[in-house]
């Protein structure tokens, strides 16, 4: 929740884009959403690693879908390297 000058902004965290979690989310009134970009992984308690890099193709669905709702993209969380947050072998 974000305060802003006409109140506070209530965000939700989405995983998925379909047009039916959309128009759900947008009828309760939300118009900020964050995501991570993917189901959990069986490998990693994150998100799906295949779709990292991010590019403004892959982003630009999402964002496409977002508008045709009248929504926004608060935050886009990267996902998908334990390794690295956790300085394990492998992390390079």
Known sequence: ??????????GISISNFHDSTLRRVR?????????????????????????????EKTLGFDLKALNAHG???GAKMITGFPNAIYGRPGRD
Do not use: A, C, Y
């Not at 929740?1 to 209530?10: F, V």
């Open 1 to 10: 929740m974000t305060d802003t000058p006409n109140g506070p902004k209530i």
């Open 27 to 55: 009828q309760l009134g939300i118009t900020t959403v964050h995501s991570s970009g993917g189901i959990p992984s069986p490998n990693t308690n994150f998100g799906l690693e295949k779709h990292l890099p991010w590019t």
């Open 71 to 73: 929504m926004r993209m």
